[in-house]
């Protein structure tokens, strides 16, 4: 009985033995380290767990490439993050004083290739100033006018005579040629106010 209880102890105590060998395999199994995968360490994670994105993270080529021209400083072609957007790309390329940014979208996402032309302001029509009255305007102001061979267009010319003044003219000499400028007045509808107007752009010959 003693050695029957003997061998009854023995062969439990194999089986415990072999039972814990099975356990400790099957748990060097599951670890990474006994699959030849190593533990990474210091992952930058989040409250969640998750890992964050980073710009080291990105994928290879996540960028967009444009083309700015236009209204701008420094137009060329600009290689901006993947998401960015027109403002960005503009912002690169320095838009000058004229340029009108109210005709573009801002806000929209860049695409790659895309070409942005920004805008310029509608030139306004330029205002010439009016030169002064030049020296052959002057001269020809201060031309004088023959009473007794004056055309009637020139006698227009002269200060407060109109086309009837000047026919009256034209028909007083006709009969009574001028012989000094006064006589002038004696035409009819020319007094001595006219006069006083054209006194100085008047001749006689």
């Known amino acids: 009985m003693f050695r029957l209880a003997r061998q009854e102890q023995f062969a439990i105590g194999a089986l415990v033995l072999l039972l814990a060998a099975v356990i400790v395999g099957f748990t060097v199994r599951r670890r990474p380290e006994a699959r030849g995968f190593p533990v990474e360490s210091g992952v930058n994670t989040g409250a969640s767990g998750a890992v964050k994105d980073t710009e080291d993270a990105a994928a290879p080529g996540a960028a967009v ?22 403002n960005d790309a503009v912002e690169k390329a320095k838009p000058t004083d004229a340029a009108d940014l109210s005709k573009l979208n801002l806000a929209a996402r ?35 006018v023959d009473l007794n061979s004056a055309t009637q267009a020139e006698l227009e ?23 000094r400028v006064e006589d002038v007045m004696k035409v009819p509808g020319i ?15």
């Open 65 to 86: 490439t444009v083309h700015v021209t236009g209204a701008v400083e420094s137009p060329g072609v600009y290689r901006l993050p993947l998401g960015a957007r027109i």
């Open 157 to 179: 010319t002269l200060p407060g005579i109109g086309p009837a003044r000047a026919k009256s003219i034209i028909d007083y000499r006709a009969e009574h040629p001028f012989r």
């Open 110 to 144: 860049l695409e790659d290739g895309e070409k942005i032309i920004v805008p310029a302001y509608e030139s306004l029509p330029r205002v010439i100033p009016r030169e002064p009255a030049g020296a052959e305007d002057a001269e020809e102001d201060a031309a004088t």
């Open 191 to 205: 007094g001595p106010g006219i006069f006083a107007r054209i006194q100085d752009r008047i001749v006689v010959h």
